[in-house]
């Protein structure tokens, strides 16, 4: 009677328990769903991928291509190190065994009207920053005003909707106008946390190498652009019994050490000066990692499967232009390209043809049709695709595709930002020579292909586009005739279908998980059929390599790996 009694006081008294009665008497959540209920509650233990015994210690090293210039990863200017999450706390953390759900970080509760209109954070009284000053409602207004003027553009739009109210130091309400959508107060509690003390009378637009003020389980121990970042674990990180934090950042240290390019990283990481690897290329994977270490079993090599939209990557038409205004000619050229021949030669046969756009999940059309139901034969194929481009007005005139019309031959421009794409580029460019078309490929330094990108001046480009599993306003970007006119955004192909337009607004209403599927599968359904791309290959595996120091939980989220919930075995630790 005694034992029980002792559990049920201990139940009561808990953290847990109190922030489960506290929105129960006063209607505020725990957790926030896009749609349906969360998950997990206030009694959670922890998240089911993450491992709340695992041991604290160690330095995990990874690499980093490039260089950095600034410590700010909000303003626009500059470039911001790897891992600077690991720094800044924000009001609600995403989970990734959930599709779009947020639970408690900063703030300890929230309420929400049925319609959406609003949101309310209850701030955590230990919320703290770095220094031990507290975090109050005036830091979340002051992040408020600074990230809406001078932040990201993303957050910039979402932000200038609402309307914040000060109730108390530690609860603020934002109220949104007649813009906004159920999508809105998702993106309002992923608001990083700023220091109002630390950033006031600074520049905020400007790059800056100076340590920065932040509440996350890390700070930056040192920096040094091109070369590495160290970051140190907070030993008294006030959040570090949080729901979002059990079984997550064990490592003392994490450092990113930073490479000229690819292939020096792998060497390094060969020799065992990084402790990981994350492999992106088939071809590489099925090659190229035959190194004494792995062969004596040093380091283990995982194809970790994932359930997370990929990237829709394939060379994408710019419909502005002439000739890819026409349909017939974009689904000819579809037919010419031999991904077969490509995925066999070039991918050991490891990708998968992405047939949707929205591959890999319960949100592409229940039917995969091909753009053009095209026969499995390559002669076939290649017969039928000349039928299209005939009936579009292109025929052979001395080994040319000529336009019946003009006298002109066709002949366009493939864009790349990546010399690893040039091979994929190359095989459909030799495709298309055989059928009397000219494309040139060209490979263009980040920033060159950025200016094009942001300009809509290319023919084709290789490119890609990502939603997650619970798509939203973004959609309006990627497909809208507004969108496609508008420079920056990511209407690459120059999508204009007033039926597009209206799904893709429809999207971010949906209110069920049964209702948003339904709906993105009516887009992806359209999408496909006005075949606005040549669709290359998704993975639906990680291609992951580490030295078996390393050790992860045995459950693998919905969207992959989280190497936050990674931990280093001490006894096998070299």
């Known amino acids: ?261 690819d292939t020096v990283a792998f060497e390094s990481f060969k020799k065992g000066d990084l402790d990981l690897r994350r492999e992106w290329d088939a071809g590489n994977w099925n090659s190229t990692y035959d190194f004494p270490a792995l062969k004596e079993g040093k380091i283990a090599k995982e194809n970790l499967k994932h359930g997370r939209p990929d990237k829709v990557r394939g060379f994408i038409f710019n419909t502005r232009r002439f000739p890819f205004d026409d349909i017939r000619v974009r689904q000819a050229l579809n037919l010419f390209f031999d991904f077969d021949w490509v995925n066999k030669n070039l991918f050991y046969d490891q990708y998968n043809h992405i047939d949707s756009f929205y591959p890999n999940t319960d949100l592409a059309r229940e039917v995969a049709k091909a753009p053009v139901e095209a026969p499995k034969n390559l002669r076939e194929k290649l017969r039928m695709g000349n039928e299209l481009l005939e009936e579009a007005g292109w025929t052979i005139r001395n080994g040319k595709r000529t336009y019946k019309k003009s006298g002109k031959s066709m002949s366009f421009e493939i864009l790349l930002d990546n010399p690893d794409d040039e091979k994929i580029a190359l095989s459909l460019s030799r495709s298309l020579k055989k059928m009397g078309i000219e494309a040139n490929v060209r490979v ?55 039926k597009i337009d209206a799904l893709a607004k429809s999207i971010p209403t949906a209110r069920s998980r049964q209702e948003l599927a339904a709906k993105t599968q009516q887009l992806d359904r359209r999408l496909w059929e006005g075949t606005y791309m040549i669709p290359l290959y998704h993975n639906p595996v990680d291609f992951v390599a580490y030295w078996k120091h390393l050790k992860h939980p045995t459950f693998n989220p919905l969207y992959g790996m989280v190497i936050e919930t990674w931990w280093m075995d001490k006894a096998s630790n070299p």
């Not at 009694?43 to 995990?60: F, H, V």
């Not at 496609?484 to 955004?489: G, N």
Request: aromatic share 12%; glycine share 6%.
């Open 1 to 261: 009677m005694f034992k029980l009694l002792t559990i049920a006081l201990l139940i009561l008294s808990s953290p847990a328990f109190a922030e489960e009665k506290l929105g129960q008497k006063f209607g505020q959540k725990f957790g926030l769903a896009m749609v349906g209920e969360p998950k997990y509650n206030a009694r959670s233990p922890s998240l089911d991928y993450a491992n709340p015994r695992a041991p604290k210690g160690g330095t995990l090293r990874q690499a980093a291509t490039g260089s950095f210039d600034t410590l700010n990863p909000y303003s626009i200017k500059g470039r911001a190190p790897e891992g600077m999450s690991l720094v800044f706390g924000r009001l609600m953390a995403r989970v990734w065994d959930e599709p779009f759900t947020m639970y408690p970080q900063i703030a300890q509760s929230v309420e929400v009207p049925e319609d959406r209109s609003s949101i309310t954070f209850h701030l955590n009284p230990a919320a703290k920053f770095h220094d031990g000053t507290a975090i109050t409602t005036e830091d979340v207004l002051f992040s408020y005003s600074t990230l809406k003027a001078e932040g990201r553009p993303n957050m910039r739009q979402i932000y200038k909707l609402a309307t914040p109210k000060v109730i108390d130091k530690k609860t603020i309400k934002f109220s949104f106008n007649g813009d906004y959508d159920r999508e809105t107060v998702m993106i309002m509690a992923m608001m990083p946390v700023l220091s109002k003390a630390y950033w006031s009378g600074k520049a905020f637009d400007k790059t800056t190498l100076k340590l920065p003020l932040g509440s996350g389980p890390y700070k930056i121990l040192s920096a040094e652009p091109g070369k590495r970042i160290v970051y140190e674990r907070v030993k008294d990180y006030w959040g570090k019994n949080l729901l979002v934090s059990r079984g997550h950042h064990n490592f003392d240290k994490v450092v990113y050490e930073y490479f000229r390019d």
């Open 444 to 498: 263009l330094d980040s920033a060159a292909f950025r200016g094009r990108l942001n300009d809509y001046n290319y023919d084709m480009i290789l490119h890609y586009w990502f939603s997650t599993l619970s798509p939203g306003t973004e959609q309006n970007l990627y497909w809208s005739c507004a969108a496609a006119k508008e420079p920056s955004r990511w209407n690459y192909a120059g999508i204009c279908d007033p």
